[in-house]
C-alpha cells in the first residue's frame, strides 16, 4: 500500500481542518493509499517531520494550511534533497500559492482533487539561502501577515491585511534601493517592491499580471514613492490589474536580482518571506526553475 503523510498546522486559517480529518483519511484510503497523519505544534515541526528517516517512503506529502506552512515544508524539502511531491490543502488565510495552481475553495473538494496524483514540476525562489514559494518583499505593509494579531486574522480572513495596511499608511516611509539584473541597474525611492513566483501575495490576484509558477522567471513589481493621497488611486489599480504599465510602478521579468540598501542609517527594512521576517539586505534573489515536485489538481484542465 503505498504511503502518503498529511501534515497539518491546527492553527492555520479558522482552524477548522481538523474536523475535516476523517473526511481527509476515508478519501484516500479509498484509492489505496495509507495516510500518516501529523498535527504540527510550531514552525520547526515542520522540518523535523519532513526531515525524517522513514519520509523517504512518502509517495506524497499533503500539507494542510496556509502559504507560511506550504513555505516551512518546501524550505525542509529541498534543503535535505528530499524528492517529494507535495501536495496542498488550503487550509490557511489567503492561499495565494495554492489557488495559483487551481486548487478548489471548498476544502472537502481540494481533498478529493489531490487523489489523482497528477505531479508537475514547479518553481521557486531563492533569496539568499532562504527558498520562497510566493513572494520575497520588502518595504511598508510587507509585514503586516508579521504584526497581525493571529486571532484577528484567522477571524477577518483577508480582511484583516488591509485593515492593518489602513492602520499602517499614516506611518508609510520610502526607501532608497538599488536593483540590478541582467540589462537593469536601477536607483530609486520605493514605498513597496514585491518578487514574485505567482500573480499574487496577500490575496491581491492581480499584483503580478500573468506571472506563473511555470514560467521559470521571476517578476519584480516595484512601487515608487507617492504621496499618501496618490495611494488609493495605485492600490485601485493594482484590484484591476492595471498597475504594471503604470508610471509609478517598475515591472520587469528575470531569472536573479540583487536588491541593496542605499539609505544611512538603515530605516523601514526588513524583508519578508511568504509572511514570515526574511533575510538582512542585499537581497540575491534567483528562481530555482522545476524544483519543486507539486500535484496539480486541474493540470489537464488549465492548459499547462
Do not use: W
Not at 492553527?11 to 476523517?22: C, E, V
Not at 515544508?73 to 489557488?99: M, W
Not at 517598475?250 to 542609517?265: C, G, K, V, Y
Amino acid at each position: 500500500m503505498r504511503k502518503i503523510a498529511l501534515i497539518y498546522n491546527p492553527k492555520a486559517g479558522n482552524k477548522r481542518f481538523h474536523y475535516l480529518l476523517d473526511y481527509t483519511l476515508a478519501t484516500f484510503q479509498k484509492e489505496g493509499y495509507e495516510i500518516h497523519v501529523y498535527r504540527t505544534s510550531g514552525p520547526q515541526d515542520f522540518a523535523d517531520l519532513i526531515t525524517r528517516n522513514d519520509s523517504q517512503e512518502y509517495a506524497a506529502i499533503l500539507i494542510a494550511g496556509g502559504d507560511g506552512s506550504v513555505s516551512l515544508a518546501v524550505n525542509a524539502l529541498l534543503k535535505e534533497k528530499r524528492d517529494i511531491p507535495i501536495g496542498i490543502i488550503p487550509a490557511g488565510t489567503a492561499n495565494d500559492f495554492a489557488y495559483h495552481l487551481g486548487m478548489p475553495r471548498d476544502l472537502k473538494q481540494a481533498i478529493k482533487s489531490l487523489i489523482n496524483m497528477e505531479i508537475r514540476p514547479a518553481d521557486v525562489g531563492l533569496v539568499n539561502n532562504q527558498v520562497f514559494i510566493n513572494v520575497c518583499s520588502g518595504g511598508v505593509l510587507t509585514d503586516i501577515s508579521q504584526k497581525i494579531d493571529l486571532k484577528r486574522k484567522n477571524t477577518l480572513g483577508k480582511l484583516a491585511y488591509y485593515l492593518k495596511g489602513v492602520q499602517e499608511l499614516p506611518h508609510f516611509n520610502s526607501m532608497k534601493l538599488r536593483v540590478s539584473a541582467d540589462n537593469i541597474d536601477i536607483i530609486e525611492d520605493f514605498l513597496i517592491f514585491v518578487v514574485l513566483n505567482g500573480p499574487s501575495a496577500g490575496g491581491l490576484t492581480k499584483l503580478g499580471g500573468n506571472a506563473s509558477v511555470f514560467d521559470g522567471v521571476l517578476d519584480f513589481v516595484g512601487f515608487k514613492a507617492v504621496s499618501l493621497t496618490q495611494l488609493p488611486l495605485v492600490f485601485s489599480k493594482i484590484l484591476l490589474g492595471e498597475h504594471l504599465n503604470d508610471k509609478r510602478v517598475i515591472h520587469f521579468r528575470t531569472s536573479s536580482l540583487r536588491i541593496e540598501n542605499l539609505e544611512s542609517p538603515i530605516s523601514i527594512l526588513d524583508s519578508d518571506v511568504d509572511g514570515e521576517k526574511g533575510p538582512d539586505y542585499p537581497l540575491n534573489i534567483s528562481v530555482l526553475p522545476g524544483r519543486l515536485k507539486i500535484i496539480c489538481p486541474f493540470l489537464n484542465n488549465r492548459g499547462k
